[in-house]
């Protein structure tokens, strides 16, 4: 079998790949391929295990050709692979659901808390040497507990953001789903709401939906408009979900009182003007990134392709139910 991974992932799936495939072929470099070097790199191969930072579209399917079997995505989501284009070509799309949840809900929460209590502004503060006595007025921020946290999209992750800020700090759950979440419902006592009136009711919005065609720009210029001046904005999604010129717009004016995102429009690029303001938090899309979570996610993607290429049904194949082939 004739496989490619475009970037070098923790070893135990690594590890895995060799002991079915033998040598194999790698981008070493610690950089993701051009467009060009990925048409180039997957010529040929029966299987390709890829990364988000890669844009998997038609033109990589011609190149890749009629043999390749599948593509196995390192990341829970896959906007970054035309998956209806993939299925169409019966080649499979698989990625690496589950093992993230917990490192991705913990950091959207390490976001909340940094912006709500100022920690990073404070932290920047004392080093550089502004600190010169205890103050009454000093750095003051927003309150978590109690407060009312709105979770747009209540699947595995949004789902589990709710469940330990509820039974930690008994915070009031609103979310807005397509879905009905009665088992979040039942744990959190969360209550469905439409998303203009989680908007407006609450005091931490945290984004954790998939980035669709439906998604894409869902929090925009009114979005942030409606929300409570002193709400928080947290976003561990992806980028494009939010309007990042409308939410520096929207910080510059104090529509809101602060944002933490692990995620960018158009990354790695930042909107201008969101370096300079003080009261964002932007982590380099980092949410899966703990040792345990990360060798998981290694170990999935390669089990996912190892399943493909020996003719079984991927566990977490995402395009099962549309394959033609
Ligand atoms: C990370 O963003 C992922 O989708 O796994
Ligand atoms: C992603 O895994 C989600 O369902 O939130």
Known sequence: MNIYVTREIPKGGLEMLREKFGKFEMNTEDRMLTQNELLERVRGRDGVLCLLTDKIDAAVFDAAGPECKIFSNYAVGFNNIDVAEASRRGIMVTNTPGVLTEATADLAIA?????????????AFTRA??????????????????KTLGIVGAGRIGSNVALKM???????ILYADTFKNTELEKETGAEKVDLETLLRQSDFVSIHVNLTPETTHLISEKEFS?????????NTARGPVVDEKALVKALQEKKIFAAGLD?????????????ELPNVVIPPHVASATFWTRTRMAEMAAKNLIDALEGRMPEFCVNKDQLKR
């Open 111 to 123: 976001l909340l808390f940094a912006c709500a209590r100022r920690i990073v502004e404070g932290d």
């Open 226 to 234: 409606i929300m409570k001046p002193s709400c928080v904005f947290i």
């Open 129 to 146: 040497g502004k600190f010169k006595g205890w103050g009454p007025l000093l750095m003051i921020g927003q309150d978590i507990t109690g």
């Open 166 to 172: 509820a039974k930690g700090f008994g915070m009031k």
């Open 263 to 275: 995620v960018f429009e158009n990354e790695p690029a930042l909107a201008p003007g969101l370096t």
